[in-house]
């Protein structure tokens, strides 16, 4: 049931001067699947000893605050979250719930006032759209230079990276970048012990960044994914001329691996890396996840690590939202949506190469400086298994190798550029070293380097989700060496311990 209940102070959308009234709630969720909108009322405010009937409770008091029951009320769940039953961001002013409100029970509901998106610039006016990226980094030089050029080429216009605690250069490099008016370097304010990870601290304070407020659109992303768009030239132009009026784009994931890529080598990402998941791929649920690229027009209050947070949802008939095939992405995603499913993942127009583990050698480092988000959590060998995956091959963005080669050699002609460049590379190599010569990490880049783990980084389509969870050591090496599994082999676990197949 998705009940409004009499009680539910915090989520009424509008700003009361006097006491909450039944009347008062005249909105409905936008994006109710079933049952039907009510006024609902609470066990626990009105009394569990009292006596309930069908038409009042007993010995309530009537009045102008009285708690009658209409025929269109229910009885609210107990104990179930009011902003589960109607959550504030899908809350929308119904008419028939306005006159039954006026009509029937004799009340002036105090009503929101009227929210507007700002209009979108019609593209025949505005053929150069300014594209926005909002990232967060820290020790990424050797790759942040092969990303922004990329993504130039591509037709992405401005760039704001926050940093933290860097230790290899990337923070001087990008300072030196935006110097020279390729992109805006931010300290990112997040400290050790914040409620909030770097990542989302960071989006906090870039929503008001000129970058972010001037942009048509807008996407944050990180440096180990790459929009590859598929049609056309393979530009962000030839995507916006696909989507036509679409105000929001899903982007899902497809996971690179390593492609038995040990050594760290100074070449480019795109050209190394062709080995990756199928495109049907339900697991890990991480397979699937999206990021969004969105028409900057406010129908949204803050960004979000996968796609504008906080709806605004008077708003909501207003968004038009595309998968990557550009097919119309439903209702239900547009609150909380952060993933694909087999009804809604697309890769025919655009995808978003996601390289999230690169060669052995810079997971190690990736490993040792931590997370930008889920801080807590480490990048073993657990997530090595879930990202890594080398199953399929996909060399659709490699047609963009060219014009990178251009721009990347256009950009290190710069003797300040190579310079920073150069010493990235060497602060990344002699990372490798020192955390080579540690035996602990010695084993942990045999382990990742071993003929079982590549083995299992080629079969991750046979796993159920808890085999993930659990970590690649609860897969019998008669699974992970069997040279003869069906393929619709499936293995999963019932618990960390307890295995079958």
């Not at 972010?212 to 049609?231: F, G, H, P, S, T």
């Not at 916006?240 to 899903?250: F, K, P």
Request: hydrophobic content about 40%; proline content about 6%.
């Amino acid at each position: 049931m998705a009940s409004l209940a009499i009680e539910l102070e915090s989520l009424a959308v509008t700003r009361y001067k006097h006491r909450r009234r039944v009347g008062d709630h005249i909105c409905r969720p936008f994006d109710l699947t079933h049952g039907s909108a009510r006024w609902g009322v609470a066990p626990r405010r009105a009394g569990l000893s009292r006596l309930w009937r069908l038409v009042r409770i007993a010995d309530v008091p009537l009045g102008p605050q009285d708690c009658r029951f209409f025929r269109a009320m229910a009885i609210r769940f107990n104990g179930v979250p009011a902003a589960k039953l109607v959550p504030k961001a899908s809350l929308i002013e119904d008419p028939t719930l306005l006159t039954i409100s006026g009509q029937i029970l004799g009340h002036a509901a105090v009503r929101a006032p009227v929210l507007e998106s700002r209009p979108a610039v019609p593209a025949d006016q505005r053929p150069n759209r300014l594209t926005s990226i909002v990232t967060t980094m820290k020790n990424e030089g050797p790759f942040l230079l092969e990303w922004i050029a990329y993504h130039r080429v591509i037709g992405v216009t401005d760039f704001l990276v926050y940093t933290n605690d860097c230790t290899d250069g990337t923070d001087t490099f990008l300072a030196l970048l935006q110097e020279k008016g390729l992109c805006q370097h931010r300290a990112n304010p997040w400290r050790p012990g914040a409620p909030t990870s770097p990542q989302h601290t960071a989006l906090q304070v870039a929503a008001d960044e000129p970058t972010i407020r001037q942009a048509d659109w807008v996407i944050c992303m990180d440096v180990d994914e790459y929009i590859n768009v598929k049609i056309g030239d393979g530009t962000l132009a030839a995507l916006y001329q696909a989507v036509g009026e679409a105000n929001m784009v899903s982007l899902t994931w497809r996971l690179f691996g390593n492609s038995a890529v040990v050594a760290y080598e100074d070449q480019p990402v795109i050209a190394q890396f062709d080995r990756c998941a199928p495109e049907v791929i339900r697991k890990p649920h991480q397979a699937w996840g999206f990021k969004t690229l969105f028409r900057n027009i406010d129908i949204f209050r803050k960004l979000g690590v996968h796609r504008p947070k906080a709806l605004k949802p008077e708003l909501w008939e207003q968004i038009t939202w595309v998968n990557g095939s550009g097919r119309p992405m439903p209702i239900s995603v547009l609150r909380n949506g952060w993933r694909s499913s087999i009804s809604t993942y697309g890769y025919d127009w655009v995808q978003l190469n996601h390289y999230a583990v690169r060669s052995v050698e810079s997971f190690l480092v990736k490993r040792d400086r931590g997370r930008v988000n889920h801080t807590d959590r480490d990048q073993g060998s657990s997530y090595w298994f879930r990202m890594n995956h080398n199953i399929d091959t996909d060399r659709s963005i490699q047609r963009m190798i060219p014009a990178l080669k251009a721009e990347m050699t256009r950009l290190l002609a710069d003797p300040d550029i190579r310079a920073a460049q150069d010493a990235c590379v060497a602060s990344h190599r002699a990372k490798i070293t020192e955390l080579m010569a540690r035996p602990d990490q010695r084993a942990f880049h045999d382990e990742l380097a071993g003929p079982r783990m590549v083995r299992l980084c080629q079969m991750q389509q046979h796993f159920g989700s808890a085999v993930f969870t659990a970590g690649p050591q609860v897969i019998p090496d008669a699974i992970a060496f069997r040279e003869d599994l069906p393929a619709d082999f499936f293995f999963t676990v019932a618990n960390e311990t307890e295995a079958s197949p």
